[in-house]
């Protein structure tokens, strides 16, 4: 049996929706060390793999290789780069400008002992700046935010990665558009290629990413170009997603394999080196996310019946933390700032999904009656209305 195969049995019915979920909740555990222990806080993935990794950066790895398996089969299943494109804004833009307003009214006001947020700083200057911000999806950080935290200055040091998903998916529309995405064998060509710069640059986990020691005094288009170290790691498991779902009726779906990685993963993270577990997470470790998705052993596809809560908990989990660091007043263990945190993450993903994410999602462009002929006629592999499509 292949990838393909279980695909097109198990339809709606996967995993993806409980793998989004545990990968926001991981990015928020990993997250709280730092918070609450400054730049020495190190998670358990970090200890155990002598530093070549965190469970924040390992995360975020599969949050982009699931978004590059399942955004091929939306672009592929669009009828043209509007209808495509108009997806993709919906899915990320609202509930990002909500959160944005959030930070910039209620979370960066209260970071900043003495101030508040008044009428006076609507600004001409000041409101375009967050609009910029917004457009191009980017953090609000005012000066002095949570100054006396022991992680000072970011309001939301999370959602920095969302730029860098939106503009993979700028890319999978380019490589689309130019035919190349019906030549699988040129897609492996560029992951193997984007892979290909990890062994010339240093990898260093402050915060994920690959560090390629490179940080230009400009930027390019009004910073549509992000940072550049950390695209190898983040377009690397974009197109390793891409390069999964256009192989999906050449790869094996084997319980025995999933087996075999998991083995692979663990004698990488315990070995030193700096790059052994990456290389291993880029290759068996997308295979594991793809078994765990349509895997018949692991039948949690009812988990999203309520709703795909991932995006709101990953949006809203980092100011939440900083709040409660904030305003915990002294030392606070890591479980315990993550046990406080957590469930008001679940409530803010809730709300974000019911109020804002879901109703603009209804106003999506509803897929082709007929597939395009590389999609294979196969059934959509996400629930309704779910980050993908």
Same mark, same amino acid.
């Given at each position: 049996?292949?990838?393909?195969?279980?695909?097109?049995?198990?339809?709606?019915?996967?995993?993806?929706?409980?793998?989004?979920?545990?990968?926001?909740?991981?990015?928020?555990?990993?997250?709280?060390?730092?918070?609450?222990?400054?730049?020495?806080?190190?998670?358990?993935?970090?200890?155990?793999?002598?530093?070549?990794?965190?469970?924040?950066?390992?995360?975020?790895?599969?949050?982009?290789?699931?978004?590059?398996?399942?955004?091929?089969?939306?672009?592929?299943?669009?009828?043209?780069?509007?209808?495509?494109?108009?997806?993709?804004?919906?899915?990320?833009?609202?509930?990002?400008?909500?959160?944005?307003?959030?930070?910039?009214?209620?979370?960066?006001?209260?970071?900043?002992?003495?101030?508040?947020?008044?009428?006076?700083?609507?600004?001409?200057?000041?409101?375009?700046?967050?609009?910029?911000?917004?457009?191009?999806?980017?953090?609000?950080?005012?000066?002095?935010?949570?100054?006396?935290?022991?992680?000072?200055?970011?309001?939301?040091?999370?959602?920095?990665?969302?730029?860098?998903?939106?503009?993979?998916?700028?890319?999978?529309?380019? &490589?689309? +558009?130019? !035919?190349?995405?019906?030549?699988?064998? *040129? =897609?492996?060509?560029?992951?193997? @290629?984007?892979?290909? %710069? /990890?062994?010339?640059?240093?990898?260093?986990?402050?915060?994920?990413?690959?560090?390629?020691?490179?940080?230009?005094?400009?930027?390019?288009?009004?910073?549509?170009?992000?940072?550049?170290?950390?695209?190898?790691?983040?377009?690397?498991?974009?197109?390793?997603?891409?390069?999964?779902?256009?192989?999906?009726?050449?790869?094996?779906?084997?319980?025995?394999?999933?087996?075999?990685?998991?083995?692979?993963?663990?004698?990488?993270?315990?070995?030193?080196?700096?790059?052994?577990?990456?290389?291993?997470?880029?290759?068996?470790?997308?295979?594991?996310?793809?078994?765990?998705?349509?895997?018949?052993?692991?039948?949690?596809?009812?988990?999203?019946?309520?709703?795909?809560?991932?995006?709101? &908990?990953? +949006?809203? !989990?980092?100011?939440?933390?900083?709040? *409660? =660091?904030?305003?915990?007043?002294? @030392?606070?263990?890591? %479980? /315990?700032?993550?046990?406080?945190?957590?469930?008001?993450?679940?409530?803010?993903?809730?709300?974000?999904?019911?109020?804002?994410?879901?109703?603009?999602?209804?106003?999506?462009?509803?897929?082709?009656?007929?597939?395009?002929?590389?999609?294979?006629?196969?059934?959509?592999?996400?629930?309704?209305?779910?980050?993908?499509?």
């Amino acid at each position: 049996m292949t990838l393909g195969n279980r695909v097109e049995q198990a339809g709606q019915r996967n995993n993806f929706d409980f793998l989004r979920f545990g990968l926001a909740c991981t990015v928020i555990f990993s997250h709280c060390f730092p918070l609450s222990r400054g730049a020495a806080g190190r998670d358990p993935l970090m200890w155990l793999s002598h530093g070549q990794e965190n469970l924040g950066t390992m995360a975020l790895h599969g949050f982009f290789a699931i978004s590059g398996f399942l955004v091929t089969q939306s672009w592929l299943r669009s009828r043209g780069p509007g209808s495509y494109f108009k997806k993709r804004f919906l899915r990320i833009y609202p509930g990002f400008i909500v959160c944005m307003l959030i930070d910039a009214m209620i979370v960066a006001p209260l970071s900043i002992p003495g101030h508040r947020f008044d009428a006076t700083i609507l600004t001409p200057g000041y409101l375009l700046g967050v609009l910029r911000r917004m457009a191009l999806l980017r953090e609000y950080a005012p000066v002095g935010a949570f100054a006396t935290n022991p992680f000072p200055g970011a309001v939301n040091g999370a959602i920095w990665t969302i730029g860098y998903e939106f503009r993979c998916y700028i890319l999978l529309a380019l &490589i689309g +558009l130019v !035919g190349l995405l019906r030549r699988p064998g *040129v =897609v492996v060509g560029l992951f193997l @290629a984007v892979l290909a %710069l /990890v062994p010339v640059v240093a990898f260093r986990s402050h915060g994920g990413g690959i560090n390629l020691g490179l940080k230009p005094p400009w930027s390019l288009l009004l910073g549509v170009l992000l940072p550049l170290e950390f695209w190898p790691g983040f377009l690397g498991f974009f197109l390793a997603g891409v390069a999964a779902y256009l192989l999906r009726n050449r790869i094996p779906f084997r319980a025995s394999g999933a087996a075999a990685s998991i083995a692979a993963l663990l004698a990488a993270a315990v070995l030193p080196g700096s790059l052994n577990f990456f290389f291993i997470e880029a290759f068996l470790g997308v295979y594991l996310l793809m078994w765990l998705a349509y895997a018949p052993e692991v039948s949690l596809h009812h988990f999203g019946g309520k709703g795909d809560f991932s995006y709101g &908990i990953y +949006l809203y !989990g980092f100011p939440l933390q900083q709040l *409660v =660091v904030h305003f915990w007043k002294g @030392a606070i263990h890591p %479980l /315990v700032l993550f046990g406080c945190v957590m469930p008001l993450a679940l409530l803010a993903g809730m709300l974000s999904w019911h109020l804002v994410e879901h109703p603009f999602l209804r106003l999506k462009p509803k897929p082709p009656v007929s597939e395009p002929p590389l999609a294979d006629a196969a059934p959509t592999p996400q629930p309704v209305a779910s980050r993908a499509d």
